[in-house]
């Protein structure tokens, strides 16, 4: 007796009966998920009301320029700072005080300066100097408080009054802020060379306290422990960066238009020779391996006797010159590993997988034709990628103005340490009829940060999470739609019996109205799901960012289950949502009920799925591998000056891979954009496949709609007509 299946056959579900009037998307439909397209539409409505709101309140100009402590922008143009664009501060030692991440001010008087201070000198100094040279005030009163021009006032009151800083050391502007100039020689921390200075309170200080109090104010201002000397290395090599753009933009952008001709190419000739293109491709990529192994082979040999060569990357740690690493042998001895294992998970997947490659290749070819009848769905991304753009522009500036919503808070600061009203809050105003002047001699009413008391302010946090969750929504929704629209066009080619005669006409702009007007609340509804996963995911990766120092390997151990749990989450439900809207356009049903027959129309041919799809996903995988590749060689031969013909017009670079990797990563993404487009198309017609074979068996009441090819390597044949079987005779005669 046969054993009987674990698994009873409805367990997924009965497999789609005929249905005689089915001839493909269903044109007679209602509108679905109705309660969610309202909620959608209202979403959208407070979405702009909250972006209304915030440029209302918000200022720009808070973010992008630095404010002096009497709350005026360092550098705007129309005022009297206008040509001050640096914010200097008094005594930057203060702010090495651990309570100024705290109350997010530092504790000294911050002016708007048009330059930095290019040497080391203290008040004393000055004054001392000034009697036989005025030129040292002049130099010096440009650091202290406007209108200030009594050098013969007492340090000790100059200093009570805050008048003029202390002291003034070298610096540079970074951030929009003056940083002392710190050089590292020999592993030893300097300032114009120097290791210690005087503070202008006679006292000898180390240029060590000086570092840690610019840490603190890039903490402060960014939000990050980095050291002060890190970043400003790092800014270093970002204006390298912009530089290298700006004299390569050119022939970068001759780059992605090689690699979108490309593209275009390579997707028209599938409409021929899909079979041979794909092989091409796969024996290409085992080509290109297997030399890039053997070039890494050579490369470790030549290397390996020579000395030096036999550093670790760990030794030499981060280096901008990508060619020091290329003169170590383990560099070479990893790419080879790498390219090896490559090859080999290349060379089984083509073995154990042979036929099942043979009917993805089918289904390509049968993509291409279906591009090939609908040309226009090759632009379609043109659209989504133009949304996704306003779409991402609104939340950046409604981010901006959310962010700078605050109004100037101002705070008593006191050079004295028993001052009992530091760090309260004050008006600018009154204060100097206050009695904090009189009970706390030289105190001032200075700005300290934006902020508010009322319900708007207290609640900007809030509205910013709002925003972002939005903003997910509306992605997510564009890409939907886009998905959706594509499905409709590509099934309607499916369920056409004679191809192309009885496609009908305008597809791509009937799936699209189709999915406009009748499918916004499904679409809304899939799009809302996949956009709280990402949103949870966001949380996760903000906590993880903010618990890294923590020693808790508990809350280390959970958070990484939980960032895993929710990626593998968030793809499921991108491949069940894309599936679900490939339904959607062809039977126009809501969205929990044709994800429920996809995800059981995909269980029932379990095996077709988990090969079929990911081999298809494999095959465009290495049209795009192939596409950004080629060009990303050519690029590193033009970029490297190894092309005899143009190698005098090639531009002056101080990092030769940053217009490389930008050419390779933006062919990559023109590349994927195209095979978006291609990948849905087999999607709907691997979908419309299924069905095909559950609907139909081939005989003269219900014949296959997949085409001949298909056919041919399932053993699948359609019964003719008699009046066709004569007219066949008769042709044949």
């Known amino acids: 007796m046969a054993r009987k299946s674990a698994i009873p056959p409805s367990y997924y579900g009965e497999p789609h009966k005929f249905d005689p009037t089915f001839r493909g998307p269903v044109h007679h439909r209602g509108c679905t998920d109705v309660l969610c397209c309202v909620i959608f539409v209202i979403v959208i409505l407070g979405y702009i009301v909250l972006g209304t709101v915030a440029w209302m309140h918000g200022d720009p100009r808070k973010v992008v320029y630095p404010t002096d402590s009497y709350g005026q922008f360092c550098g705007q143009q129309g005022t009297p700072n206008a040509n001050k664009a640096i914010l200097f501060y008094f005594n930057i030692l203060q702010c090495a005080n651990p309570t100024v991440l705290i109350n997010l001010q530092c504790p000294t008087t911050q002016l708007c300066v048009s330059k930095c201070p290019d040497r080391f000198a203290t008040y004393i100094d000055m004054q001392y100097n000034y009697r036989r040279n005025k030129s040292y005030w002049e130099y010096y009163k440009q650091f202290c408080k406007p209108g200030f021009n009594n050098p013969d006032k007492p340090v000790s009151q100059v200093l009570r009054d805050e008048d003029c800083p202390s002291m003034i050391v070298p610096s540079r502007p970074f951030l929009q802020r003056c940083f002392p100039d710190f050089i590292t020689r020999n592993g030893i921390l300097t300032v114009a060379n120097q290791t210690s200075f005087k503070d202008g309170h006679g006292k000898i200080r180390s240029v060590v306290d000086l570092r840690d109090a610019a840490n603190k104010v890039t903490a402060m201002q960014q939000g990050t422990e980095s050291g002060i000397t890190s970043l400003l290395d790092a800014k270093e090599v970002g204006i390298k960066i912009f530089e290298d753009y700006a004299s390569s933009w050119f022939w970068i952008l001759i780059g992605l238009v090689i690699s979108m001709l490309i593209s275009l190419i390579f997707i028209l000739l599938l409409r021929f020779t899909a079979g041979f293109l794909f092989w091409m491709v796969i024996f290409g990529v085992i080509a290109a391996l297997g030399y890039g192994i053997w070039h890494c082979y050579w490369e470790y040999s030549s290397?390996?006797?020579?000395?030096?060569?036999?550093?670790?990357?760990?030794?030499?740690?981060?280096?901008?010159?990508?060619?020091?690493?290329?003169?170590l042998s383990q560099t070479w001895l990893i790419f080879m590993i790498s390219l090896a294992v490559i090859e080999a998970i290349i060379i089984l997947v083509l073995i154990f997988l042979r036929n099942r490659v043979r009917i993805a290749i089918a289904l390509l070819k049968e993509g291409s034709k279906a591009i090939g009848c609908i040309m226009s769905t090759l632009f379609y991304p043109i659209i989504t990628f133009l949304l996704l753009a306003i779409c991402i522009a609104y939340w950046a500036v409604t981010a901006v103005f959310l962010a700078s919503s605050g109004d100037a808070v101002y705070k008593v600061m006191s050079t004295l340490p028993n001052c009992k009203y530091t760090?309260?809050?004050?008006?600018?105003?009154?204060?100097s009829q206050s009695n904090v002047t009189k009970l706390c001699p030289g105190s001032q009413c200075t700005f300290a940060f934006y902020g508010g008391e009322s319900l708007y302010h207290r609640y900007i946090f809030v509205l910013?999470?709002?925003?972002?969750?939005?903003?997910?929504?509306?992605?997510?929704?564009?890409?939907?739609l886009g998905q959706c629209t594509l499905a409709g066009a590509f099934a309607s080619y499916y369920w056409a019996l004679r191809k192309p005669a009885d496609i009908p006409p305008c597809?791509?702009?009937?799936?699209?109205?189709?999915?406009?007007?009748?499918?916004?609340?499904?679409l809304a509804f899939g799009a809302l799901i996949l956009s709280i996963v990402q949103f949870i995911r966001i949380i996760l990766e903000y906590l993880d960012h903010k618990l890294k120092g923590a020693h808790n390997a508990f809350t280390r151990f959970?958070?990484?289950?939980?960032?895993?749990?929710?990626?593998?989450?968030?793809?499921f439900i991108k491949f069940m949502n894309r599936n679900a809207y490939i339904m959607i356009s062809i039977y126009g049903k809501n969205f929990c009920a044709s994800a429920r027959d996809a995800f059981f129309l995909l269980m029932r041919n379990v095996m077709r799925v988990a090969v079929l799809d990911k081999v298809t996903d494999f095959l465009l995988f290495l049209g795009k591998l192939l596409i950004s590749g080629?060009?990303?060689?050519?690029?590193?031969?033009?970029?490297?000056?190894?092309?005899?013909?143009?190698?005098?017009?090639?531009?002056?670079?101080?990092y030769y891979w940053v217009p490389l990797l930008t050419v390779i990563f933006g062919s990559y993404m023109i590349a994927h954009g195209f095979f978006n487009v291609y990948a849905m198309c087999v999607d709907t017609l691997f979908l419309c496949f299924l069905l095909d074979l559950e609907k139909n068996n081939g005989s003269v009441s219900r014949p296959y709609y997949m085409g001949s090819s298909l056919r041919a390597i399932l053993n699948k044949k359609n019964h003719k007509r008699p009046e066709e079987k004569k007219k066949g005779r008769q042709q044949k005669k």
Request: proline share 5%; net charge negative; aromatic share 14%.
């Open 464 to 480: 910013q999470l709002c925003n972002l969750l939005v903003f997910l929504w509306l992605v997510n929704f564009t890409i939907a």
């Open 507 to 522: 597809p791509l702009a009937s799936s699209f109205g189709r999915a406009l007007r009748y499918h916004t609340g499904s």
């Open 423 to 431: 760090n309260l809050t004050c008006d600018p105003e009154t204060f």
């Open 630 to 654: 080629s060009v990303g060689v050519l690029a590193f031969f033009f970029f490297t000056r190894q092309i005899p013909v143009i190698q005098e017009e090639v531009p002056s670079l101080n």
């Open 558 to 571: 959970l958070l990484c289950c939980l960032k895993c749990c929710f990626w593998c989450l968030e793809h």
């Open 303 to 327: 290397l390996k006797g020579k000395p030096d060569s036999d550093i670790t990357i760990s030794d030499i740690g981060f280096q901008t010159d990508f060619r020091v690493y290329l003169q």
